[in-house]
């Protein structure tokens, strides 16, 4: 299963934040790569700058054309599943989403163009209630992979994580600079 | 059940929409309540027109003593959840998180003070890796209530959306003025 994500239409500043956020959690979430348009390309860094600490190769890459990427991952058979809470439950889909082998899922901020509902091979809903594409996109993660994704070692990081009851417990496997 | 949110130390022009999407997250998942300090008014009107339009009676309250909610809770056996990257994973505590009756889930911006790991009953990572607190909250009201918030109905919605493969469906109960 490879999972890949389309951001589209933030508005620049406003966003930022929750653009990075968008992003952090596809890494963090097992997806390989995040696709986006209009952004502050300060994000790549703060994304390579978590690589080189927490490790792993998660790509972001930097787009203008968003139909044209949907457009080609179709044609290679990925199907594209739209995040949005008029779709259909998460809870009635999750068991056809789970059975996809490569995806690509398309969050969007507040307004998408009415295209995508009918490009898509899957609108769905996390919850039908209005909330973020942050908490959406974590969501029908965590649901396609059953939570394996909490379970999977990311390669090569500077720092790693054992996890504990109370404090913090940081393995240092490189020195770093910064 | 009873979910209630904490939520402690942002900054508050920098967070500002970030903040707004926990407390959104927060009334989608089915919590009652969320408790926020240092935070923009404005949050709360948001939250006003989204409980108006969506329904529900969800609830912000503005503090300045977070420890002092966390004492109370915990007077009232109300379990404290801190969600931190450096917890236990969530894969490994669900099954105990969901034999709770009540809780309070503390989230946190990037710092928060040590004393936290010790007043909570569970310290719980939605994985080792960096992500958001806005989807740190989604995943563990989504594992707690197995997916059941979102076949909740909320009560008494000016507008409500019926889940559909394409487009958007929405039943208007209300007429209203904005």
Known sequence: MDFEVLRIGQRVVRDDRVTTHVALVARA??????????????????????????????????????????????D?????????????????????????????????????????????????????QPHSEISALAVVLDRMQKGNQFSTKFENPAREIIPTKKGKNVVMNKTMDK
């Open 29 to 74: 979430f097992g997806a390989s790569k995040i696709y986006m348009n209009e952004v502050n390309p300060e994000i790549k860094d703060t994304l390579d700058k978590i690589n080189e600490t927490w490790g792993g190769e998660f790509e972001i890459e930097f787009i203008t054309n968003w139909k044209k990427i949907i457009k080609e991952k179709k």
């Open 76 to 128: 290679n058979s990925r199907k594209i599943i739209h995040l949005t809470m008029y779709g259909e439950n998460i809870n009635d889909v999750a068991p056809s989403l789970q059975k996809e082998d490569n995806v690509l899922i398309v969050v969007g901020a507040e307004k998408v163009p009415r295209e995508i509902y009918d490009f898509a091979d899957y609108n769905v809903a996390v919850g039908n």
